[in-house]
């Protein structure tokens, strides 16, 4: 009762309550009709308000996902972040127009979701264009517009926006709870007349107190919720600058508790410091309590832990505001960037390599055009000579020897180049067995004696003879010392001196090439095993190479279990190169070391089958020189047609014939009368281990790679 009513005289006051039952009992007809339409009116409208927030958090949700997919495109590169992005993009449409349609007729309602279209479709378009410049014009670029601040400031308005119409939707919730209630109070009224009127004014007032509290705390557990939840650190402070809350991620990253840290102030809470300076930084919460705007924290800041742990952050921080615009506190969201500097760091790494990779390609590239021209240009010379009239059978031996001395230098520059690949590969076949180094290094050093001669070097050599057991793959032994003398002889001055040793100590062989020369520079001393690694590239200084003698020479003497190390004192104190390999625990028999001689030549019929005329005539002439029958065929038909009548005890067989290739025109040959008993050796430029399996399945005895090895293959045709 009012104190206003309380005045009037108490006659009155039952004559009015008489009158207000009586008018109660007269309306209650029309009263009750009117409140159960109102009833569920209100009840339908409320429900309109659920399904506005839901749509509303549908739409942020949508954009959320949208930035999370551009976030991790923009980290990683992956089109495979982009899921979350491409999801958002194809359903935020239908959530828009959910959105409008639940806007009805309400003209407040339709322009808060116009307005909500319009941010979203902007925000959009600027993920959009991020991840365009992420795929155009690299991650830089795309991370210019994200440092922008553009895409946060346009979340800000949606998320103002959306937050706006929720307390507006909540707002309408709560009106028109009271008026659902009312209209039933009213009801209960009409029915239990004024002795009712107390109770139900109490029931009203209970169940509208009840309601409201169980909204403030279902809201209040839904922000907790959302705010623990999320995947950023969020830290938030009163209008003083003391922290009010912690999500578990910003206990984490800071160290402190929430139930230690609040109450406390930010800058003891959240010490940041400038990574470069180690200058303390500003406080982001005091530059938006003093301004008002939202901050970014600047680039470069460190987060110092409690613990000490030091993390790359960013990210901003913003006012919270009441319904009068007053700042009620700064609400901050920060993330660890640590895995962002550590990718970055590793990109620019691999960029760096990149490049450095695309140089030495180049310098490759260049190295052996320079390499093949060399030897093409003393053949052509030679050849030249050769041809002029009236040269004196001096002048023709000397020709033919420089022909004959730059095949095989061409020959091995091609086996260094397929050795490497090899090697990459893990396709190269070792031949290990029990040997001693001893008569390896020797010949090793009678292989580059010439060039050693040439460049007048003086040779010390020290080998413990007997001593030098190792299992090892002869050959490629022999190629490891052979490079090793090589580089010192060709990277000293004229007239220098090399030391060669071989000793054993220990458990190891241990092999030194030792000069005087050029030397190596510390910065290229840690690289000088790698590929197309080479010194000075100056004219005055080049010796020619590919840069690739010492990455196969270091991988050969890996694949033998053994190291290599280089030493240089710098450019022009010479350099040593000490190579140890695991001693042999045994020496072997006599008999072991003991080789068949190869058995005496006899006259052969051979066939010569390949399409290259001036090959299939130079073998033919030196086969012929040497007492053999010799015919030639240039392709498969014609190998066919001349075997049956030759009967030849050998075919010499090319595989990259037109037409019918060697393996076809080998099998064949195996099926033939005539010629399935013959011995067939491939002569072919294709010399990979695959060609090699290949051939022997199609019926090869041998194969020889072109340019062919003379004294290899008289070799096979006197032993078979």
Known sequence: MSPITSNWPSQRRLSVWYALALGLLSLNAVVTYWNLRTISQRRDQTSRTYDVIKSLGDVLSNLRDAETGQRGFLLTGEEAYLEPYNRAVSTIDGSMERLKELAGGDPIRRSNAEKIERIAKVKLAELAGT????????????????????????????????????????????????????????????????????????????HLSQLSRRELALRAEWLSTTLQSIGDAVIATDPKGRVTFLNVIAEELTGWTAADAIGKALDDVFP??????????????????????IQGLANHTILLAKDGVERPIDDSAAPIRDDQGEIRGVVMVFRDITQRKIDESERERLNQELRENDTRKDEFLA???????????????AVM???????????????????????????????????VARINRGKIDLRVGLVEATPLLESAVESVRPLIEQRRHTLA????????????????LEQVVVNLLNNAAKYSDDGGRIEFSGVREGDDVVIAVKDVGFGISADMLPRVFEMFIQGDRSLSRSEGGLGIGLTVVKKLVDLHGGTITAESDGPGRGSMFLVRLPAASRPP??????????GALRSSRILV???????????????????????????GEEALAIACDQRPEFILLDIGLPGMDGYEVASRLRRQEGSRDAVIIAVSGYGQD??????????????????????????????S
């Open 131 to 206: 991840l365009r410049l992420q795929r155009e014009q690299g991650f830089e670029a795309a991370l210019a517009v994200v440092k922008s601040g553009r895409g946060k400031a346009l979340m800000g308005a949606i998320v103002d926006q959306i937050v706006g119409q929720e307390s507006e939707e909540v707002a309408a919730r709560s009106r028109l709870r009271e008026e659902q209630s009312a209209a039933i109070a009213q009801t209960i009224l009409t029915f239990a007349v004024a002795s009712g009127l107390a109770l139900a004014l109490v029931v009203v007032i209970h």
């Open 272 to 293: 940041i410091c400038n990574e470069a300076t180690r200058e303390p930084s500003p406080n982001p919460v005091q530059k938006v309590l003093e301004t008002g705007r």
């Open 367 to 381: 190295m052996l055009a320079h390499e093949l021209r060399n030897p093409l240009a003393a053949i052509g010379g």
């Open 385 to 419: 000579v050769s041809k002029k009239a009236g040269v004196a059978p001096g002048r023709i031996d000397w020709a033919m020897e420089v022909v004959n001395r730059q095949v095989r230098h061409l020959t091995r520059l091609i086996e260094d180049l397929l050795d």
């Open 461 to 476: 050599i020290a080998i413990d003879r007997g001593a030098l057991w190792v299992e090892a793959d002869p050959t490629r």
């Open 589 to 598: 028999t006599p008999e072991a070391s003991l080789s068949r001689p190869p």
């Open 609 to 635: 089958v390949d399409d290259a005329a001036d090959h299939a005539q130079a073998l033919s002439m030196l086969l012929k020189c040497i007492g053999h029958e010799v015919r030639t065929a240039s392709h």
């Open 690 to 719: 695959e060609d090699k399996r290949r051939s022997r399945e199609a019926g090869f005895d041998h194969h020889l790679v072109k340019p062919v090895d003379h004294d290899a293959l008289l070799a096979l045709l006197s032993r």
